[in-house]
């Protein structure tokens, strides 16, 4: 029960009576000589219809002067009809009940009212006395009985918090100690929450209180805080705030629950002097101060733009020691603000120095394999992550320079391992002549994503993953030179039907029955629908029945248009790449096949260029060039996949053969060659 529904209970008991001994009572008066009850009126009448109230005129709220009231309860005023089954409840604010019972020097505004004590009832205590709101809530003689503080500033918290005190419900009040914080806290539910609105919002925080609800405020901010709204500026309040000391850690914490939602507060600590913190003061000291943590990202940005002037070894101890003295700036308020991208960025800078120490360039082919299965992927997802943290000059300058110091000599050495192993022996990923037949079935669909890079492809198995869908990983290396136009062929249900025409310079395959280049995909196509493939175009998924060939995905567009910042939309390409999977599956394939022609090399602040002249060649990527029949060059050569008699040119190591490039693939390395093929399944459970 609430204290409300009590209320009334006990107003309307008033009226009690012995119907073979008595008449029903003309009305019930409610006598308030210092109005206490006033303000709670309202939701009584709510309660109460049959409630009427002295005042000025105003028969919408049902309220009027002493004869008007007389005439309601005598039925003769049209626009007001009361309860026919209900005493007339009579509330009469700055009236007590001797000023009625004293007739002769009854006030002339009282008069029609006081021969209503002798026909109604009075609500009163049992000793006669007008019921007060502290006697109400203390008395266990017809109120509430609980255990009400008697101090003054109870008494004038209780007053203000009448009208919120009416919907609590009784149970949650017995047995408590109810003093001014309890009361006021009525008004002020979260005074955390208001004490940050308020340094947010400013005057207009009081502006848009009812004065006891402000008053509740400023009283609980005294007794809880020791801090007076009326008297403290928001400055002083904004520099307690920032220090979080005693009970403002509180405050603190709920501000760090949706600092968005308050974006004047970190503006206000910018306006307050900042103390002088030491060289040994952290983020348990001074991570209430934006200011420390921008110091702090302007002194990590130094350190990170050191690194380009370091050995390569004592790069990965420097940036140990750094993650060490930065990285509980990541758990700070700021962070989440996006005011800490370096200290951000660190985090990953460091998952790159430790696994680097775990995947050495050394072994064979499928030592370093292995190797990047395991673990070197993340090493390129780091990176990836640690550009996607900064956005505004000069935070990517600082990031590039940080991963060339650190990523870069492993990424040259891996790269170069793997191409002499290579060269010594044999591409893993064979020819065209090594290539094994793959299996399909009724329901199959193969979705071919250009570019999708090992890394990103674990990026999708996780998405996929998160959707209850089951995923098969298979590694495969992809043709050579690891480019679209001889990739794309390679991982197509119908390779067995492409070969590579001699003098090929742009390493694009022809149908082997009738020499027609596969450039443009139109013969591809045609090769797909002659074996019995379904080409799904655009965002067409097919019915489930037989066998189906899709395309989608821009990374590798993606790649060459953005450079570096092709990091900061990886995730949402995924996520497209992801539901498209999930569109086909729900059409009612049995399985999507992810396949893809290659990864790439991605390096803020670009590759180094290696000069391959062109009177050399016939045609030059990025990483790969086709060299003249007549030329003579000391460049690697390399058998094509699609014809093993014709050879091309690799960039030896991670350099490139343009200038400019921060996106580049054709070459050999893990990064490029090495890819992910994914099956993907409903889960059991679906």
């Known amino acids: 029960m ?95 009940r001797q000023d009625l019972r004293a007739t002769e020097n009854c006030p002339d505004y009282l008069k029609p009212l006081a021969e209503l004590q002798y026909r109604g009832v009075i609500w009163s205590q049992i000793n006669a006395k007008d019921w007060t709101v502290l006697a109400y809530l203390k008395s266990d003689q017809g109120g509430l009985g609980l255990n009400v503080a008697k101090d003054n500033d109870t008494r004038s918290a209780m007053r203000l918090a009448l009208t919120p005190l009416l919907s609590e419900e009784i149970s949650r009040l017995k047995g408590k100690r109810l003093d001014h914080d309890f009361f006021n806290t009525l008004l002020s539910e979260d005074i955390n929450l208001d004490l940050i609105k308020w340094l947010d919002q400013g005057d207009d925080f009081k502006t848009a209180r009812s004065e006891n609800e402000w008053q509740a405020f400023v009283d609980l901010c005294r007794s809880q805080l020791a801090f007076n709204p009326e008297t403290d500026s928001i ?20 501000f760090c629950e949706a600092p968005a939602r308050y974006p ?33 990202e302007e002194s990590l940005r130094k350190e990170l733009e050191h690194l380009a002037n370091l050995p390569a070894h004592d790069v990965l101890s420097t940036i140990v020691v750094l993650e060490k003295q930065h990285h509980g700036r990541r758990e700070l308020v700021w962070a989440g603000m996006g005011e800490s991208p370096l200290a951000c960025a660190l985090a990953h800078l460091a998952t790159i120095a430790k696994l680097i120490k775990e995947c050495p360039a050394a072994g064979t082919v499928n030592d370093l394999s292995a190797s990047y299965c395991n673990h070197g992927w993340r090493i390129d997802d780091a990176v990836l992550r640690a550009l996607q943290q900064v956005e505004k000059l000069p935070d990517p300058n600082a990031v590039t320079i940080a991963i060339r110091a650190v990523y870069l000599p492993w990424l040259e050495d891996s790269a170069r391992h793997l191409q002499k192993l290579v060269h010594d022996a044999s591409y893993p990923g064979g020819t065209y002549l090594q290539a094994r037949d ?88 045609r090769l797909l629908k002659d074996a019995g493939w379904t080409v799904l175009k655009g965002s067409d998924c097919g019915n489930g029945t037989g066998m189906a060939w899709c395309e989608f995905g821009n990374i590798d567009h993606e790649g060459h248009d953005r450079g570096w910042k092709l990091a900061k939309h990886i995730d949402a390409l ?73 050879s091309f040119a690799l960039a030896e190591g991670v350099r490139c053969f343009k200038r400019g490039e921060e996106y580049a693939h054709g070459g050999l390395s893990l990064q490029e060659c090495l890819t992910l093929q994914l099956t993907v399944t409903r889960g059991e459970n679906l």
Not at 4 to 32: G, S
Not at 240 to 253: F, K, P
């Open 2 to 96: 609430r204290v409300l529904d009590h209320l009334v209970n006990a107003v309307c008991d008033a009226a009690a009576f012995n119907r073979e001994a008595q008449v029903a009572p003309a009305c019930i008066l409610w006598p308030d000589r210092d109005r206490q009850w006033e303000e709670a009126v309202p939701d009584v009448q709510g309660e109460l219809p049959e409630l009427i109230f002295l005042g000025d005129y105003a028969p919408e709220q049902r309220r009027g002067p002493a004869v008007w009231l007389r005439c309601v309860i005598a039925g003769r005023i049209e626009e007001i009809s009361l309860p026919a089954d209900r005493v007339a409840i009579l509330y009469l604010p700055g009236v007590g």
């Open 235 to 254: 400055l002083n309040g904004a520099t307690s705030l920032a220090n979080r000391d005693g009970t403002w850690r509180a405050v603190w914490e709920r």
């Open 264 to 296: 004047n507060v970190p503006l206000r600590i910018r306006e307050c002097k900042a103390p002088n913190f030491d060289l040994l003061a952290d983020e348990q000291v001074a991570g209430g101060w934006p200011q420390w943590n921008e110091s702090e």
């Open 438 to 525: 793959t299996a399909y079935s009724e329901g199959d669909c193969v979705l071919f994503v250009d570019g999708l890079r090992f890394d990103t492809g674990k990026r999708l198995v996780e998405s996929l993953q998160s959707h209850d869908l089951s995923v098969s990983e298979q590694p495969i290396w992809t043709a050579l030179p690891s480019v679209t136009a001889t990739g794309k062929a390679a991982v197509s249900p119908v390779a067995d039907k492409i070969r590579g025409q001699e003098g090929s310079s742009d390493f694009e395959p022809s149908v082997a029955d009738t020499g027609q280049s596969l450039k443009g995909g139109h013969h591809l196509k």
């Open 574 to 646: 995924i996520r497209e790449v992801s539901n498209r999977i999930a569109e086909l599956l729900d059409a009612g394939w049995r399985s999507v096949r992810v396949v893809t022609d290659h990864g790439w090399l991605l390096l803020p602040g670009e590759l180094e260029k290696i000069n391959l002249p062109n009177a050399l060649v016939e045609s030059k990527w990025g990483r790969c060039a086709s060299i003249k029949p007549s030329a003579s060059t000391e460049e690697r050569l390399y058998p094509w996949f699609w014809n093993p008699n014709q």
